[in-house]
């Protein structure tokens, strides 16, 4: 078969020449219009879609069985060192609705997911039997002791997970470390003050963290930590 890639019309023509090429051009225009459009929609781009289609849905069969795991994993630390019952003794229960351990695995599946709860809401892709303010009433909840909570779960992991690996002659230690957390677009924010950093030796707008940690030398486990203002 052969292909025309242009048309070539020279300038020395008679007038019927002329009219003829120009009919010849018009029944060719029709012809791909008719022929030639339909034929490239359906080899073309439908076969592109489909891959798009199928590499679309592969990748979400992939995140959600990333999803998953990741449910599954939590659920497991949960169950492993009763987190249920640390955040019961923290003041973080609820008399009815959604059960405060569904929300805080989903509050943990937040921190490695791709997406905020807001995109989750505008893709359609929140699944979650909950609205957000369950979930932003709970995060906001003073009654909630947040730092207890963190010095119980630490010490239950230290004392059930990690010494029992370690040798008893090692020693183990607490670290106290303040470091520069710094604060952009800080007019607004309260209390945020010049903080000097000391690795660069300079002052920053921000806070000094303050970190207490756990160490056997090898691992570190951080217990609480405090935003301090100058």
């Known amino acids: 078969a052969r292909y025309a890639y242009c048309a070539v019309i020279p300038t020395s023509l008679t007038r019927e020449e002329a009219e003829f090429s120009a009919y010849m051009l018009e029944v060719m225009a029709f012809g791909g219009r008719k022929y030639v459009t339909p034929a ?38 949960m169950k492993r060192f009763r987190v249920g019952n640390l955040l019961k ?13 569904r ?11 791709d997406r905020s709860m807001y995109m989750q809401m505008r893709t359609g892709r929140w699944t979650e039997g909950f609205s957000k303010n369950t979930y932003y009433r709970f995060l906001n909840s003073a009654k909630v002791n947040w730092e207890r909570f963190n010095t119980l779960l630490a010490a239950r992991v230290i004392n059930e997970a990690v010494k029992p690996l ?3 002659d090692r020693k183990d230690a607490f670290i106290v470390d303040d470091t520069l957390h710094q604060r952009r677009g800080y007019k607004k924010t309260e209390l945020c003050a010049a903080v000097f950093d000391h690795v660069d030796m300079k002052s920053r707008k921000g806070f000094r963290l303050l970190t207490l940690g756990w160490s056997d030398g090898n691992t570190l486990i951080p217990i609480g930590q405090r935003l301090l203002s100058s």
Do not use: P, W
């Not at 490239?40 to 999803?67: C, P, V, W």
């Not at 003794?89 to 351990?101: L, W």
């Open 40 to 77: 490239y929609y359906d080899t073309t781009l439908k076969f592109r879609t489909s891959q798009e289609r199928g590499a679309h849905a592969m990748k979400m069969i992939a995140q959600n069985a990333e999803k998953v795991q990741m449910a599954d994993t939590i659920s497991r630390f």
């Open 89 to 101: 003794a923290c003041n973080a229960y609820k008399e009815k609705g959604v059960s405060v351990v």
């Open 103 to 113: 929300l805080f695995i989903y509050m943990l599946q937040m921190v490695f997911a």
């Open 166 to 168: 370690t040798n008893e």
